[in-house]
């Protein structure tokens, strides 16, 4: 009987990524992917740490998984991620059931402890560029994982070398280390070659890749047959000139940035330690809009960091007024052990967190409905990437016109009615109109 994984995600698109490379592992050992969990062989949960929700959500599931070990004996429990990485060996003593637990950095020991027998652990950090093998087969598994798709994720680093004191990441994902170019180059190289229009570059702290991040993104665009190229996420610190130039004249580099701002009070980035204040913030986000005109800017704000007073908060909506941000991630504050903000005091409370996370949200779909609404009546170039979530799974076969979604050169989702086979081209799509988060439009008929 072949053998069933099912693989829980939490986290960000670098876990998303990394569960696509285990995926393409346990496929290379002969497993087969499961539809649910209840159907599985092995449960495998890729966690997140990064908030204290995530990771309590994470430890919940993975109980319930470990539970199911009663009925069914032969089930194997694992966990992986950054809640592994961040509670390691004690995660067997909360679950003595469990079977294996795997940090980041270890990835591709997982057929060893799939083979092992008791409690598999692997949770070193690497530092040591000559040790990390960044998945040395991950082109042939990133084959696996990209048939049929039009988009794909290529880590370029990995790691993190700033202190921003409410962050748990530079403790469970390590120092930053940076991918070798070439190896970059051809892995975009074989991605391009099964068929993928674009990559998203990932990174903790993307733009301070060797030091030289807009060097690589010219060598991409010039040395491969990659459509567009994006990437997630840069320090505002590290953002230069050059890069916002790069998106001035690179047609691959797609007109978005993520640039996250966290707070707009002086105060409180000082003790995030952000090494920005609102000012420096406000004048390269400017800077940005006017160099590559029309750019996307999206952003993550945190509300509710110790000794956040309603000024300071006042302050965080001044810049998101000023900057209009095209997207917004927005968080209460949660402390992280063993972060230098876990030692402050966590003194703005709940209530007063959600009112102004509330408030926040409701200023960015203000902003938000403005600027789609003054894209109504333009072209935008969209990669179409698949059938829209609105198609209703009934009528997903059997129908000539499907619902399809895809993205601009910027950041904005746009649903419109087309033929399936426009998956995986660049179309223009008259916008006719916008929802709360993505924007419909007509397909342009060329004549
Ligand atoms: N509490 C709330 N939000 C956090 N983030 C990171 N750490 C915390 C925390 N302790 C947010 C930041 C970051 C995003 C990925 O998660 O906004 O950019
Ligand atoms: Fe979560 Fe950060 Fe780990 Fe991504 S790197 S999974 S956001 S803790």
């Not at 402890?113 to 042939?140: F, M, Q």
Request: aromatic share 6%.
């Amino acid at each position: 009987m072949v053998k069933k994984f099912y693989i829980h995600t939490f986290g960000c698109q670098m876990n998303v990524h990394d569960s696509g490379k285990i995926a393409g592992m346990l496929a290379d050992m002969g497993y087969m992917p499961a539809d649910a969990d209840s159907d599985a062989d092995f449960i495998l949960f890729n966690t997140c740490t990064v908030r204290d929700h995530a990771h309590h959500k994470a430890i919940s599931e993975i109980g319930r998984a470990v539970a199911r070990k009663k009925q069914k004996k032969e089930l194997i429990v694992g966990v992986c991620g950054c809640v592994a990485q961040a509670e390691k060996d004690h995660l067997f003593e909360i679950y003595p059931e469990l079977d294996l637990v795997f940090g980041p950095d270890q990835i591709s020991r997982l057929p060893d402890l799939l083979k092992g027998t008791g409690k598999n652990l692997a949770t070193e950090l690497i530092d040591d560029p000559a040790d990390y093998n960044w998945l040395k087969n991950t082109i042939a598994l990133s084959h696996y994982r990209t048939i049929a798709r039009v988009s794909s994720f290529v880590t370029i680093m990995k790691g993190c070398n700033n202190n921003c004191s409410f962050c748990i990441v530079p403790s469970v994902r390590g120092r930053e280390l940076s991918k070798p170019a070439d190896d970059i180059i051809s892995e975009i190289k074989h991605l391009t070659a099964s068929g993928i229009k674009e990559v998203t570059l990932l990174g903790q702290n993307v733009n301070s890749y060797n030091k030289d991040f807009v060097k690589l993104v010219q060598r991409i665009s010039n040395e491969t047959d990659i459509c567009r190229i994006r990437y997630t996420s840069p320090h505002p610190k590290d953002l230069s000139a050059d890069l916002m130039e790069e998106h001035a004249t690179n047609l691959k580099l797609c007109s978005h940035m993520h640039l996250p701002l966290q707070a707009g009070s002086d105060r409180i980035l000082r003790t995030m330690k952000r090494s920005y204040n609102k000012d420096q913030f406000v004048k390269k986000a400017s800077a940005l809009r006017k160099c590559a005109e029309g750019i996307d800017i999206t952003t993550d704000i945190i509300v509710g960091f110790p000794g956040e007073t309603e000024s300071d908060f006042q302050d965080t909506l001044e810049v998101v007024k000023e900057i209009a941000f095209d997207g917004m991630f927005a968080f209460k504050y949660s402390p992280r052990p063993g972060t230098k903000a876990a030692a402050m005091k966590d003194d703005v409370p709940q209530k007063e967190k959600e009112a102004r996370l509330q408030k926040l949200l409701e200023l960015n779909s203000k902003i938000w409905k403005e600027k789609a609404q003054r894209l109504v009546g333009t072209m935008q170039q969209v990669l179409v990437e698949g059938m829209s979530k609105r198609q209703p799974t009934h009528q997903r076969t059997n129908v000539l016109t499907h619902q399809l979604a895809g993205k601009t050169f910027g950041n904005k989702i746009v649903n419109f009615s087309g033929n399936l086979n426009l998956i995986g081209h660049i179309v223009p799509v008259g916008i006719t109109g916008a929802g709360p988060n993505s924007l419909k439009g007509d397909l342009c008929m060329l004549k």
